[in-house]
Each structure stands twice: as structure tokens, then as C-alpha cells.
């Protein structure tokens, strides 16, 4: 089946640093990548959809400045955390879709980032 | 507002006991629904559906769908440690390109 990679795995920041997060999709080419946030004990919280060469499209109440998501290619989508706090402590995923349809959604293993 | 629930929350049995998971959903234009197992990292796909009342089965695990009371539940037979996870469902919205989650159920199976 079709594999999503993110980079970092965990990453352990100081407040006020940004945060580099990347997803690639490492066998198929994705022109629409998914940005989600979990906080412990919580579903998936869909952030923003990242589509190739053109802007993301954030879901209501999420900062795109603070946020910034670069969908540069086919197969890589990076989400930025900027100026990071301890609130933005969390657990980030993304997801890719093979096709036209979001049946067919493979999730990355997500990155933990612990803002200190 | 698109809305999926699912219920219980939270749920620990013993192992050999079959449970059985619940999504309900309010959504504007219904396409599928799809249920994922999550352990300590992404989520894994286990069932799509998208017709009333065919079920989808995968060895002890299998799940139905009423489109008419909007709901779907997942079951689980014979349950096992390995079983122990939060199981998610989500509704993709037609149009919207994008998949709506409900909380999560955590199931905690005990020896």
C-alpha cells in the first residue's frame, strides 16, 4: 500500500523557536496532503489542506500565519509552527490522498512536538 | 455544522469478551464512512463504507452501516490484548474533500 513518511518523529522545542515538520509521500504522488492535530486523549483535529502549488486552505480557527503549511511538490507538504508555545504542544499527523477521492487516505506516523 | 459522535468513549474488558463500537453522524452530504484503529502512531485503515446494510468483515472484526438512523458500529469478537487501541470513525463529505472525525473510543482489553 501506498507509505506516508513525516520528519521529525518528536522534536523538543523552547518557546519562541519554529518548527519544521515534513510529510512525503514516498511511493505515489499526492496532490492533496492533510494536516491534522491531536491532543492526548482527543480525535483527529483536521488543520488545513495542503494542495500543490497553490495556497492551503485552514479549517475555521486555525492561524495560517502561525501555521504556515508549503506544499511544494507532488510528494512533500511541510507544516511550519511558528514562534511556537507550549499550547502547540501536540501531536501532529498528516495524511495524503491517492486519487481523486478521500476514501483512499493514508496517514503519516505523525510528529510529537513538545514546546518547553 | 458536520458532526460525527461516537460512544462509548471509553471501554476496558476482558479478553474473549466481543464489543461493539458506535459512530453516529450529522452531515450535509453523506459520501462514506470509514473506520481506523489507532494505536501509539497513525491511524490504519479497517473498514470503508458506503451502502446500508452490507457488512464489511476482517477475521474478528466487522461493521455495518444504517444510512436511514445514521450510524454505523463496529464489532469485535473474541477479543485480544493486541486488540487494545482507540478506534476512530470518520465521515467523508461529498464535495467538501475532506474527512470529519468523531472523538475516538478507547479500548483497553485486559488478560
Known amino acids: 500500500g501506498a507509505v506516508v513518511s513525516q520528519h521529525p518523529s518528536w522534536v523538543i522545542c523552547k518557546s519562541g523557536t519554529s518548527v519544521k515538520i515534513e510529510c512525503r509521500s514516498l511511493d505515489f504522488q499526492a496532490t492533496t496532503m492533510f494536516w491534522y492535530r491531536q491532543f492526548p486523549k482527543q480525535s483527529l483535529m483536521l488543520m488545513a489542506t495542503?494542495?500543490?502549488?497553490?495556497?492551503?486552505?485552514?479549517e475555521q480557527g486555525v492561524e495560517k500565519d502561525k501555521f504556515l503549511i508549503n506544499h511544494a511538490s507532488l510528494t512533500l507538504s511541510t507544516l511550519t509552527v511558528t514562534s511556537a508555545h507550549p499550547e502547540d504542544s501536540s501531536f501532529y499527523i498528516c495524511?495524503?490522498?491517492?486519487?481523486?477521492?478521500?476514501?483512499?487516505?493514508?496517514f503519516g506516523p505523525g510528529t510529537r512536538l513538545t514546546v518547553l | 455544522e458536520d458532526k460525527v459522535v461516537q460512544s462509548p468513549l471509553s471501554l476496558v474488558v476482558h479478553e474473549g469478551d466481543t464489543v461493539t463500537l458506535n459512530c453516529s453522524y450529522e452531515?450535509?452530504?453523506?459520501?462514506?464512512l470509514l473506520w481506523y484503529k489507532q494505536e501509539k502512531k497513525a491511524p490504519t485503515f479497517l473498514f470503508m463504507l458506503?451502502?446500508?446494510?452490507i457488512e464489511k468483515k476482517s477475521g474478528r472484526l466487522s461493521s455495518i452501516l444504517d444510512k436511514k438512523e445514521l450510524f454505523s458500529i463496529l464489532n469485535i469478537t473474541a477479543t485480544q490484548t493486541g486488540d487494545s487501541a482507540i478506534y476512530l470513525c470518520a465521515v467523508n463529505i461529498q464535495g467538501a474533500q475532506k474527512l470529519v472525525f468523531g472523538q475516538g473510543t478507547r479500548l483497553t482489553i485486559n488478560p
Open positions: 495524511s495524503a490522498r491517492v486519487g481523486q477521492t478521500m476514501d483512499t487516505q493514508y
Open positions: 495542503s494542495n500543490e502549488g497553490s495556497k492551503a486552505t485552514y
Open positions: 458506503t451502502s446500508s446494510g
Open positions: 452531515v450535509t452530504n453523506f459520501r462514506s
